[in-house]
Every structure is written in C-alpha cells, then in structure tokens.
C-alpha cells in the first residue's frame, strides 16, 4: 500500500483546503434540477438500498490527464499534490505532457470546466481498449451538455500510448485500500437514514466516486429514471487525519461526504423558501467575505452551504459524545468562519441546534425552515 509521507502530517492542511468549490453555474441551479436516467432492470435490482465506494477507471484517466496540465501542476486545490500516489503519476505520465489531450483540457480548465469534466466521466465505461457511454445515463453532471464526448478521441489514445491501463492495474490495491477505508470509517448508511428522517427527500442509491488526486473539489447531482432516484457524489479519499482520537477522526471524515449528501435534502427544501431567503440573505456582505464564496452566487446558495454544514452539526449532536462533538464543533466553525468566509456560521449554527433541541418529537429539520429563516434576520 502506498503511504503518504511523513505519515499524513500534511493532512491538517488538507482539511483545511478540503472545501465544497462550486461555480457559479452550480450555484444558481434549481434546488429541484434532476438528471433524467435511463436505469435498467438489472441496475435497479443490483443497486436499490446500497451505497458504494468507485474510484472510476475512467475518471481517473481524466484525473492524471489533468494532473500534468499548467493547472493541474498549479493548483494544489483542484489537484493534491502532497502524496506519493502524485508522484508517481507525474513520473508516468509527466513525460506525455505534450500530448494532444493536455492542451485540450488546459483550455476547458482555464473556462472553469474541471468539476464538469471529472463529473462527466462518471457516465463513461471503457469496454475493448474504447470509451462508451453508460447506458444508464445521458450525462453525468448538473447539465446537458457533455465536455467528455468531443475529447474521446483523445482520452482514448492518451490512454494507450501512456499505458495508463497497465498504471492502473498496478495501482488497484491502493485504490481498494483507500476503498475499505472509506467504508469502514464513514458510515454512508447511518447519515443516510437519518437524513431521510429529516427531510422529505428519497433515494434508491448512493454512488460516491472518487481520486486519489482530489483535494479541494467536491460536488454532488441527483439523477432519476423507470423509478429509481440516486444521488452521485465526487468527493477527496479518506486520507487519515492526525491528532484526534478515531471517533472525532471518522467524524471530520463523514464531514466530507455529509456536506456534500445533504445537499440532496436540503437544497429541495429551500427551493419552497426562495423569495423569504433572498430577503434575508440578499445582502452578501452581511453574511460572506470575498473569496471562496465567490463561487457562491445567489442567496439561495450561500444559505444551502450555511445549511448543509449546520445539518452536519445537527447529525453530529445526535451521533457523538459531548467531547467528541464539540472538538468536530469548534473544527468545523473555523473551517465555515475562518478559512471559507462565512464568518456569520457560528452564530447559525448555534441558533439551529438550539432550534432543534426545541422542536417537537413530530417535527423534522424541513419543518423548521420558517423558523430558521426568522431567526436569521436578527443574527
């Protein structure tokens, strides 16, 4: 198994950086904006009530293709580099950084396409040294159009004159390691059934991709078909964390793949709230510093990411000790406040707990939401 050096010292500094980046177009969709799906009857029977940890074949060609663009070597958010696995990508693949394809991606990374083309490749399977789409899906993403299709050509040849196949295979242990360690640590059933009883919202499946070689980038899109409804997430791996006991370690863990599942819930019920959020939250400047939220451009997406993160608190509050709880409390306030710009979300946070530790045993975090708006006029 390959090891991070310095046995994951520098993953304070992941933490930190480990962020939901989300561009504009994102953050303006429609809460209710689902993927239409195409799913089989072998897909539904094979995958209904399950959550699933992939590190895509596909994706991961795009993932080391983007790795060695000016970008990709520029950007230690978009692309980790403080690990081994990195490189050894940059070792293999480093040497083909003239190849037609890296130009090719350089231009749409420089356009802001990086989370739609690691997206994208989700709806890709590669069958008899060939990229084909999944019959499953259109397209994997948050639109119509596919920014995989006018590169196949050249993803395809990339493929075979780097003989990413062979680095792959080679490295399939690291990825099954790096696999179990999600599943074991993150407990994706657990949040999911809590969430569900929360919120209104229902899902058939979770599928949870990811790459060795995501840090900062995270992003999630719902998709439905002959009656089956999945939400895919695209999150970093569950690299260790240091200097917490394992149940404050497992929490900051769920805390990556939580932020981005309960965007699944939560962001449909804002959509009944959108003229009373925008009241409220209309005021950028009240409630966000510039930078990271930048890329949050409406009130409706700033308010679902002071959401979502105080949902996770809720989650956690229900799910952990009081120690434990306020040591993954006091992190994640600084990771809101400090580092990301939503300076006002120790003050949220705390008026949604006490909010809920009031609520009655009927109501639900949805039934709240005037509440909560309310409440966040006088913060």
Request: aromatic letters at 14%.
């Given at each position: 198994?390959?090891?991070?050096?310095?046995?994951?010292?520098?993953?304070?500094?992941?933490?930190?950086?480990?962020?939901?980046?989300?561009?504009?177009?994102?953050?303006?969709?429609?809460?209710?904006?689902?993927?239409?799906a195409?799913?089989?009857?072998?897909?539904?029977a094979?995958?209904?009530?399950?959550?699933?940890?992939?590190?895509?074949?596909?994706?991961?060609?795009?993932?080391?293709?983007?790795?060695?663009?000016?970008?990709?070597?520029?950007d230690?958010?978009?692309?980790?580099?403080?690990?081994?696995?990195?490189?050894?990508?940059?070792?293999?693949?480093?040497?083909?950084?003239?190849?037609?394809?890296?130009?090719?991606?350089?231009?749409?990374?420089?356009?802001?396409?990086?989370?739609?083309?690691?997206?994208?490749?989700?709806?890709?399977?590669?069958?008899?040294?060939?990229?084909?789409?999944d019959?499953?899906?259109?397209?994997?993403?948050?639109?119509?159009?596919?920014?995989?299709?006018?590169?196949?050509?050249l993803?395809?040849?990339?493929?075979?004159?780097?003989?990413?196949?062979?680095?792959y295979?080679?490295?399939?242990?690291?990825?099954?390691?790096?696999?179990?360690?999600q599943?074991?640590?993150?407990?994706?059933?657990?949040?999911?059934?809590?969430?569900?009883?929360?919120?209104?919202?229902r899902?058939?499946?979770?599928?949870?991709?990811?790459?060795?070689?995501v840090?900062?980038?995270?992003s999630?899109?719902?998709?439905?078909?002959?009656?089956?409804?999945?939400t895919?997430?695209?999150?970093?791996?569950?690299f260790?964390?240091?200097?917490?006991?394992?149940?404050?370690?497992?929490?900051l863990?769920?805390?990556?793949?939580?932020t981005?599942?309960d965007?699944?819930?939560?962001?449909?019920?804002?959509?009944?709230?959108?003229?009373?959020?925008?009241?409220?939250?209309?005021?950028?400047?009240?409630?966000?510093?510039?930078?990271?939220?930048?890329?949050?451009?409406?009130?409706?997406?700033?308010?679902?990411?002071?959401?979502?993160?105080?949902?996770?608190?809720?989650?956690?509050?229900?799910?952990?000790?009081?120690?434990d709880?306020?040591?993954?409390?006091?992190?994640?306030?600084?990771?809101?406040?400090?580092?990301?710009?939503?300076?006002?979300?120790?003050?949220?946070?705390?008026?949604?707990?006490?909010?809920?530790?009031?609520?009655?045993?009927?109501?639900?975090?949805?039934?709240?939401?005037?509440?909560?708006i309310?409440?966040?006029q006088?913060?």
């Amino acid at each position: 198994m390959i090891r991070l050096r310095s046995k994951y010292l520098l993953v304070a500094a992941r933490l930190a950086t480990c962020i939901l980046v989300m561009s504009l177009l994102q953050s303006c969709q429609p809460a209710f904006h689902v993927q239409k799906a195409h799913y089989t009857p072998q897909y539904i029977a094979a995958h209904t009530g399950k959550a699933w940890v992939e590190v895509p074949i596909v994706q991961e060609l795009v993932h080391i293709a983007m790795a060695i663009t000016p970008t990709g070597l520029a950007d230690s958010n978009l692309v980790d580099h403080t690990t081994v696995y990195y490189q050894q990508v940059q070792r293999h693949f480093g040497p083909f950084a003239q190849h037609a394809l890296i130009p090719a991606l350089e231009k749409r990374l420089r356009r802001g396409a990086y989370t739609r083309l690691k997206m994208n490749s989700c709806g890709y399977v590669w069958q008899h040294n060939r990229l084909h789409k999944d019959a499953n899906y259109d397209v994997v993403g948050w639109e119509n159009e596919d920014y995989i299709a006018p590169l196949k050509p050249l993803l395809e040849n990339f493929a075979q004159v780097t003989h990413f196949h062979a680095f792959y295979q080679q490295h399939q242990s690291y990825y099954d390691s790096l696999m179990r360690e999600q599943q074991e640590r993150v407990p994706v059933s657990k949040s999911w059934r809590w969430l569900e009883q929360q919120f209104p919202a229902r899902y058939n499946a979770y599928r949870i991709t990811f790459s060795p070689l995501v840090n900062g980038s995270h992003s999630t899109a719902r998709f439905a078909g002959n009656g089956f409804n999945e939400t895919i997430m695209f999150i970093c791996p569950p690299f260790p964390i240091t200097g917490v006991n394992d149940a404050v370690q497992n929490g900051l863990l769920t805390r990556i793949i939580f932020t981005e599942i309960d965007h699944n819930y939560v962001n449909p019920v804002t959509e009944q709230y959108l003229r009373e959020i925008n009241d409220v939250f209309g005021d950028r400047s009240k409630w966000t510093r510039a930078g990271d939220t930048d890329a949050y451009g409406s009130a409706y997406a700033v308010f679902n990411e002071y959401m979502t993160w105080g949902v996770f608190m809720l989650y956690c509050h229900d799910q952990y000790t009081a120690a434990d709880f306020r040591l993954i409390n006091e992190r994640t306030e600084k990771q809101l406040s400090n580092r990301r710009g939503f300076y006002r979300f120790a003050a949220f946070n705390a008026m949604l707990r006490t909010l809920y530790q009031r609520k009655k045993a009927s109501e639900t975090i949805a039934d709240l939401y005037p509440q909560i708006i309310a409440n966040c006029q006088h913060l």
